[in-house]
């Protein structure tokens, strides 16, 4: 593992988690453009009946409200989730999970499915570059 310094002063390479590879294969400037990833604001998060893991989102990404599914029900409190600024790709085409349209993908790291947030006061709709 390639690091010149662990993060938040971690001091063992033991403690860091197992990360994996960067592949090789890379998109072009061109396509990297082609993405529409954007602020939201989370308005509802709520469960999905029958499904362990999926909540069903409302999102305010400025210019319209998105229903988005997300991977996040046993991860996160969803009902603290409300008023959350993150990140969504909102040019996604609609998927049907569990007989719900999801029209857009959160953006999370990891297993724990740690939200992609803003740091500063980027409103809704705000586009990521």
Known sequence: MIRDKLPFGEDSEADAPELEPIGDERISF????????RVGEIEVAEPIEGADDLARLE???GVERRQIVAGIKGLHDLD???????VILANLEPAELFGVESNGMLLAAGE???LLTTLGDSVPGTKVR
């Open 112 to 114: 724990d499915a740690d």
């Open 30 to 37: 061109d396509e990297f453009q082609d993405l529409d990833v």
């Open 59 to 61: 999102v305010d990404i």
């Open 80 to 86: 603290s989730l409300p008023g959350t600024r993150v």
